[in-house]
């Protein structure tokens, strides 16, 4: 069997592996076991947590304010996402490439890594003002750094005799960048993406908490909705952000695993 079919075949096998109650039953009995234990802790401590009944209702007769909202904090994570990958790439391949640039501006990434964001965030609001442009560049700067250093250590991670093999025969250090190096790095890179994707939404949010007089968004949903004790309303629009993150999640792991077919990390089990 060629390599082809042998790979569509693990594809299929995956996909009806799916439906055996092995994969989907011990997820259903946990949620429900979260459900029993959310129930008997909401009918005793109200003002902890809203009833499901509550928080379901939310979702199911205001639908639009949710939708709206999720798509706003959904917008600005995207685009800081992007801002912040790009950068963390196009900078990781330099200070692989270059050993002055490394020693100049690695120590500079680390010290803005370690500087919390959310102790940024105002500034960045006072600085940029109260649009879209604040929220963009906190969540760029809270996935910037795990991009940067996966992929940079993805870029040098090149075993030494195929380095040597692309030398043998000449090859250019762009040839060695985008043939070798590049390809090599691929698997850390979406290993970085997996958390990145999610935690662009949290970026997002620590942005919307930041902005004072924001109107959209669902971070601003939680933020006046817990400052009324609306508790059904500020656990609905978590029950948003939990969903758009799993879908970011498993969005990023699909591409993965298309990009990467080849890659023994994306084999099965023997």
Same mark, same amino acid.
């Given at each position: 069997?060629?390599?082809?079919?042998?790979?569509?075949?693990?594809?299929? !096998? %995956? +996909? /009806?592996?799916?439906?055996?109650?092995?994969?989907? #039953?011990?997820?259903? @009995? *946990?949620?429900? $076991?979260? =459900? &029993?234990?959310?129930?008997?802790?909401?009918?005793?401590?109200?003002?902890?947590?809203?009833?499901?009944?509550?928080?379901?209702?939310?979702?199911?007769?205001?639908?639009?304010?949710?939708?709206?909202? !999720? %798509? +706003? /904090?959904?917008?600005?994570?995207?685009?800081?996402? #992007?801002?912040?990958? @790009? *950068?963390?790439? $196009?900078? =990781? &391949?330099?200070?692989?490439?270059?050993?002055?640039?490394?020693?100049?501006?690695?120590?500079?990434?680390?010290?803005?890594?370690?500087?919390?964001?959310?102790?940024?965030?105002?500034?960045?609001?006072? !600085?940029?003002?109260?649009?879209?442009?604040?929220?963009?560049?906190?969540?760029?700067?809270?996935?910037?750094?795990?991009?940067?250093?996966?992929?940079?250590?993805?870029?040098?991670?090149?075993?030494?005799?195929?380095?040597?093999?692309?030398?043998?025969?000449?090859?250019?250090?762009?040839?060695?960048?985008?043939?070798?190096?590049?390809?090599?790095?691929?698997?850390?890179?979406?290993?970085?993406?997996?958390?990145?994707?999610?935690?662009?939404?949290?970026?997002?949010?620590?942005?919307?908490?930041?902005?004072?007089?924001?109107?959209?968004?669902?971070?601003?949903?939680?933020?006046?909705?817990?400052?009324?004790?609306?508790?059904?309303?500020?656990?609905?629009?978590?029950?948003?952000?939990?969903?758009?993150?799993?879908?970011?999640?498993?969005?990023?792991?699909?591409?993965?695993?298309?990009?990467?077919?080849?890659?023994?990390?994306?084999?099965?089990?023997?």
């Amino acid at each position: 069997m060629s390599a082809r079919l042998a790979a569509a075949a693990r594809r299929a !096998a %995956a +996909a /009806t592996g799916f439906l055996h109650p092995r994969w989907w #039953l011990p997820t259903l @009995v *946990a949620l429900a $076991a979260a =459900a &029993v234990v959310w129930t008997l802790v909401a009918r005793s401590n109200p003002y902890v947590l809203p009833a499901l009944g509550a928080v379901g209702e939310q979702l199911t007769t205001q639908p639009g304010f949710y939708v709206e909202n !999720a %798509a +706003a /904090t959904l917008r600005e994570a995207l685009l800081g996402l #992007l801002a912040g990958s @790009v *950068a963390a790439f $196009a900078l =990781a &391949v330099g200070i692989s490439e270059s050993t002055v640039l490394r020693r100049a501006l690695l120590p500079l990434v680390v010290v803005l890594n370690v500087t919390p964001v959310v102790a940024i965030a105002p500034a960045l609001v006072v !600085a940029f003002g109260f649009g879209i442009l604040p929220k963009v560049v906190v969540t760029a700067l809270i996935t910037f750094f795990p991009v940067l250093m996966n992929t940079t250590t993805g870029l040098r991670s090149v075993a030494r005799p195929v380095l040597q093999v692309f030398r043998t025969v000449h090859a250019s250090r762009l040839d060695v960048l985008w043939r070798l190096r590049i390809p090599s790095a691929l698997p850390y890179v979406f290993a970085s993406l997996r958390v990145v994707f999610p935690l662009s939404i949290v970026g997002a949010i620590v942005a919307e908490f930041s902005a004072a007089g924001a109107t959209q968004g669902l971070g601003t949903v939680i933020s006046v909705a817990s400052s009324s004790s609306q508790l059904d309303r500020v656990f609905a629009a978590i029950a948003c952000l939990a969903v758009m993150g799993s879908v970011l999640l498993l969005l990023v792991t699909a591409v993965e695993r298309r990009v990467l077919s080849w890659h023994e990390s994306q084999s099965g089990p023997s």
